[in-house]
C-alpha cells in the first residue's frame, strides 16, 4: 500500500519561513496535494497538483517536489497560518491516500 | 458557491446502523464524483469512499469495505453513506467532499484533489 510521511510538527517564528515535507513509499511520488486544517474547521486544499494554488489561496503558500518527496513552503508566516497541513496523492492501489499530518505552530 | 452539508450524525450502539446525508448545491451535482472522508477525535485525515458522477463506479477504504455503502441522487443533489455493522474504530467526524476541481473532460488539473468540503457530522459509536 502507498504510505506518506510528514513530520508530526513544525515551530516557526513570525515572518519566517516554514517548511513541510511529505515523503513516499514508491518512487516518484504521486501529484501532491496539500490542505491546511484549522481547529474545528473543515480542511481547505492549499496547493495541488505539486505547486498550483487554488484561487484565494495567497502566494505565500507555494509547492514542489523531487523525487519521491514534495514540500510545502509557507513564507512570511502569520499567527493564523497555525493550522495542521496534510499531504494527499491518489494511487492505483490505495486510492486516495493522506498523510499524517504536520501541525505548524507559530511562536 | 459550492456548499456541501452533512446530517444524519449522532450516538449509535456498536453493530448498529446509521444513513449520513449531504446536500450539496452551487454546481452542477451530477457531473462530479463525491468522497466521504473521516477524521476520528485527535487523529489525522482518513478517507472512506468515492463515487463517480455516473454511479458506475464506486471504491472504499479496506478499513470500510463490505459495511459501509455510498450511494447518491442526483436528482435531489445528494450524497449519501450507509454504515452497518458499525464498530467504536468507526467514531469520527464525517466530510463530505467534492471530486475534483473541474468536472470530467473540462480540464486536467486537481483530478484528484479534494477542493470542496462539508463541515461534517460526528458519529459516536458507543455502548
Known amino acids: 500500500s502507498y504510505v506518506l510521511t510528514q513530520p508530526p510538527s513544525v515551530s516557526v517564528a513570525p515572518g519566517k519561513t516554514a517548511t513541510i515535507t511529505c515523503g513516499g513509499n514508491k518512487n516518484a511520488i504521486k501529484s501532491v496535494h496539500w490542505y491546511q486544517q484549522k481547529t474545528g474547521q473543515a480542511p481547505v486544499l492549499v496547493v495541488y497538483d505539486d505547486a498550483d494554488r487554488p484561487s484565494g489561496i495567497p502566494e505565500r503558500f507555494s509547492g514542489s517536489k523531487s523525487g519521491n518527496t514534495a514540500t510545502l513552503t509557507i513564507s512570511g508566516v502569520e499567527a493564523g497560518d497555525e493550522a495542521d497541513y496534510y499531504c494527499?496523492?491518489?494511487?492505483?492501489?490505495?486510492?486516495?491516500?493522506f498523510g499524517p499530518g504536520t501541525k505548524v505552530a507559530v511562536l | 458557491q459550492v456548499q456541501l452539508v452533512e446530517s444524519g450524525g449522532g450516538v449509535v450502539q456498536p453493530g448498529g446502523s446509521l444513513i449520513l446525508s449531504c446536500a450539496a448545491s452551487?454546481?452542477?451535482?451530477?457531473?462530479?464524483?463525491m468522497h466521504w472522508v473521516r477524521q476520528a477525535p485527535g487523529k489525522g485525515l482518513e478517507w472512506v469512499a468515492v463515487?463517480?458522477?455516473?454511479?458506475?463506479?464506486?471504491y472504499y477504504a479496506d478499513s470500510v469495505k463490505g459495511r459501509f455503502t455510498i450511494s447518491r441522487d442526483n436528482s435531489k443533489s445528494t450524497l449519501f453513506l450507509q454504515m452497518t455493522s458499525l464498530r467504536s474504530e468507526d467514531t469520527a467526524v464525517y466530510y463530505c467532499?467534492?471530486?475534483?476541481?473541474?468536472?470530467?473532460?473540462?480540464?486536467?488539473?486537481?483530478?484528484?484533489?479534494?477542493?470542496?468540503w462539508g463541515q461534517g457530522t460526528l458519529v459516536t459509536v458507543s455502548s
Open positions: 494527499q496523492v491518489w494511487d492505483s492501489t490505495s486510492d486516495y491516500v
Open positions: 452551487g454546481f452542477t451535482f451530477n457531473t462530479f464524483g
Open positions: 463515487l463517480s458522477y455516473k454511479e458506475d463506479t464506486q
Open positions: 467532499a467534492r471530486k475534483g476541481l473541474c468536472s470530467p473532460g473540462t480540464c486536467f488539473s486537481g483530478v484528484t484533489a479534494i477542493p470542496y
